[in-house]
């Protein structure tokens, strides 16, 4: 199946297993309806890929290079998307109904910088040193998910979920939060920015 992967061009409704391509190059691919199960993708570049109704599950995608790829309605559960710069891959034209969605993933020290994604969810994640600053994120859900020293700043949030989030630290005065769900015991950090002391 790795030949196949760097011979053929396109992939439809295939799963591939326990792949290894560490600080590869995958090259103009297209992949619609894909499942990648425990596959290590370390520091490999997706050189102009499309990705479409796809999964990876139980992943390494450890500082993936996404540079000019398409991602549309796939999902991350339980991978390692760690340190990616997802404003490097191709969102122009792209449906806004489909946005990522990583369930049980680690994705510290990625960014998400000004990038419109409303709906993105990240349900039960490691999120921290996230830059989000300027991003469309609303309608986002965030549930049970650590966002320890993310960045949240001129960053649209309404109608987003924060229920169970925690250790987020978001500016009111900085943020577009109107119509947001927080939980009402870490909702108390946002007064912080308020200059609002609670005893």
């Known amino acids: 199946m790795e030949n196949t992967l760097m011979n053929d061009a396109s992939f439809d409704g295939l799963t591939f297993t326990d792949l ?27 050189d102009a890929c499309s990705f479409k109704d796809c999964q990876f599950n139980k992943c390494k995608l450890t500082a993936v290079n996404v540079r000019n790829s398409k991602f549309s ?8 998307v760690l340190g990616v710069d997802w404003t490097k891959a191709y969102w122009r034209g792209l449906d806004l109904g489909a946005p ?5 993933c680690l994705v510290n020290g990625s ?11 990240f349900e039960g994640c490691r999120a921290h040193d996230v830059d989000f600053r300027e991003a469309m994120l609303s ?3 965030f549930s049970g998910t650590d966002l320890t020293n993310s960045l949240f700043v001129n960053t649209t949030l309404t109608g987003a979920n924060f229920n169970g989030a925690t250790h987020y630290d978001i500016d009111v005065k900085q943020n577009h939060i109107k119509g947001a769900i927080f ?17």
């Open 20 to 46: 290894s391509y560490v600080q590869e190059t995958i090259s103009r691919k297209t992949f619609e309806s894909c499942v990648f199960e425990s596959c290590d993708f370390t520091e490999s570049f997706f």
């Open 73 to 80: 309605d796939v999902q991350f559960h339980d991978s390692k």
């Open 100 to 104: 990522l969605y990583f369930k049980g």
């Open 111 to 121: 960014s998400f910088y000004a990038l419109k994604q409303p709906g993105i969810t």
């Open 139 to 141: 309608r986002a859900t």
């Open 183 to 199: 939980c009402r015991y870490e909702a108390v950090s946002l007064l912080t920015s308020l200059g609002i002391k609670l005893v």
